[in-house]
Structures are given as C-alpha cells and as structure tokens.
C-alpha cells in the first residue's frame, strides 16, 4: 500500500482494511501515529511488525507505538551503503525490561546485519577504535560490499569519505558494552558549547518525555558567551500549554543543566514530503540577523 499523503487516521484504517502486518515509516511518522486523536487510533487482534529508519527514533514514541501493540524495529543505513546495515536486534534479557526500558534500548542503532563486512565507531582524532563505555563519542564508519562506488563526477569527495579505507558515515555515535550503537547526533548537528559536546538527539529525548510535547527539533544557536548554545524547536501535542520556563526547566531536571536549551521556539516544524524535520531550515533561522 503506498500514500501519497501522510495521515495518521487513513494509516489506521488502512492497517484494518486490509489486514496489513508489516509497514515502514520513519520516526516523525510513528508520533504522529501515537499522538494522534483517541477516536481515531485503532488496536488490532494480531501483532503488526513496523520498521523505522531515517533519523533516531525518541524511546518515547517508541514505548507509545508499543503500548498499541506495534513490534517496532528500528534499523539504520544511508543511501551510500544501499539500505540498512544496522538494526537493533532484540534479545531475549530485554523481556524483562519495564516498557520504559525496552524502548530505551530498541532506539538504539543496534548491531551489524550478517552480510555487512564491518560497522565501527572510530575516534575522529586518532582513528582508533573508541572504547565500548556508551559515554566515549567517534564516528560510523562502514566497510560492506553494498557501499556505493563513489559520488558522480566528484573524485575529491569521494577521496574523503572513504578515508584509510573506511566510509565515514558523518554519524557520531558511542557503542554500549553489549556492543550495540547508538547515535548520539551527526556530526554538523552536535552543539560545542564552552567547550562541552552536546548531543541535540539527547535534549531532543528528554523534550519528548514531556507529556505536552508533540515534536521537537535541537540546533545550535549562536551565544556570544558559550559560543553554541542549543535552542528546541517544539510543535505542542493538540490542545496542549506550556510555557518556554517550564519545558527548559523540565530539562534541567532529566539532564545535566548545562545541556538543557536556552531558548524554546514554539510552532510547527518544516518537514520533508516524508516527514523529516528540515533541521537545515531551523540552522538557518537562528543563525539569520535578529535570530529566531
């Protein structure tokens, strides 16, 4: 079944039409499916397998997708690796998880699929393979007979994303000791804020657990202070209040304080026709004279 439009109400009836078991969709669009109005959310008698890709998913849209009876999967890739080469492949100790839990770790980026030759996270630096600790950041970096040949007509970049031998995918990341990945931002996305990295992907999870928080989107914003600060775009759940002190000192409450944002920008959020959030856009916004 293919849409041309993406509406969560059409999607529901759709998957009871016609009996669906698996669908794909990305992150965005499993919120929308789990924000969306009681009276057209539907529960089904069978288990309906969803595989998710094209940005970290927020563990809380997954646990939301899961308390409706989803098996969600999320798996990542990029166009230059021709699909996926990780996924976050269950294990049987997870069944004992609190939802919470269990969604936690299945927004991981997860572990190598059996055809992909080798998915590392290396340190940017020194080239060497970062330390399985969840906490030491590096970057993806692929080897697999499913990466592409090389950019058209453009040799220099080729040249330097397949650096000593490696696909530098431009995802930063950190491995847990279980050995699964997890994407902490991409590397254009990550905010240096007096010197510290902060994953937007990280205050982006924490606006999420907030019950009046519909989407959300973290760039770095100009500080004259600290250099970058980050800065949350928040489209509200429908019928929905809060303030910019109360989300900012929700954050400061769930993380270390100097990540929390310093300022909230409240409205919809631009999107791809797939429902990707256009973080360019939001770049720009703060970065263009008077700011956002």
């Known amino acids: 079944i293919c849409l041309r439009a993406f509406s969560p109400e059409k999607v529901f009836d759709l998957l009871d039409k016609h009996n669906v078991t698996h669908f794909g969709g990305a992150p965005i669009m499993l919120n929308m499916l789990a924000n969306a109005p009681k009276k057209i959310q539907k529960t089904f008698d069978r288990e309906i397998k969803v595989m998710t890709a094209g940005a970290p998913p927020p563990a809380k849209v997954l646990e939301s997708m899961m308390s409706l009876g989803f098996n969600v999967m999320h798996v990542y890739g990029l166009t230059e690796t021709y699909g996926h080469i990780l996924q976050a492949a269950p294990q049987t100790s997870w069944l004992s998880e609190t939802p919470a839990g269990l969604a936690k770790l299945s927004s991981r980026q997860g572990v190598r699929f059996p055809m992909t030759e080798d998915v590392s996270v290396l340190d940017q630096e020194t080239g060497e393979h970062v330390p399985p ?160």
């Open 133 to 292: 600790d969840g906490e030491t950041i590096g970057e993806i970096v692929i080897r697999c007979n499913t990466c592409m040949m090389g950019y058209l007509n453009n040799p220099q970049a080729t040249k330097e994303v397949f650096a000593d031998d490696w696909f530098h995918s431009g995802d930063l990341a950190v491995i847990h000791n279980d050995g699964y990945i997890q994407i902490k931002d991409r590397s254009k996305d990550i905010i240096i804020s007096g010197g510290e990295n902060i994953s937007s992907v990280e205050v982006e999870n924490v606006l999420y657990q907030h019950p009046s928080v519909g989407e959300a989107a973290v760039v770095a914003m100009p500080d004259e202070t600290w250099g970058e600060v980050p800065c949350a775009f928040v489209e509200l759940k429908s019928n929905q209040l809060v303030s910019e002190n109360e989300l900012i000192d929700f954050c400061k409450q769930n993380m270390a304080k100097f990540k929390r944002p310093k300022k909230v920008v409240f409205g919809p959020l631009p999107k791809t026709a797939t429902g990707k959030i256009q973080k360019h856009e939001l770049r720009a916004s703060v970065k263009s004279p008077g700011g956002v």
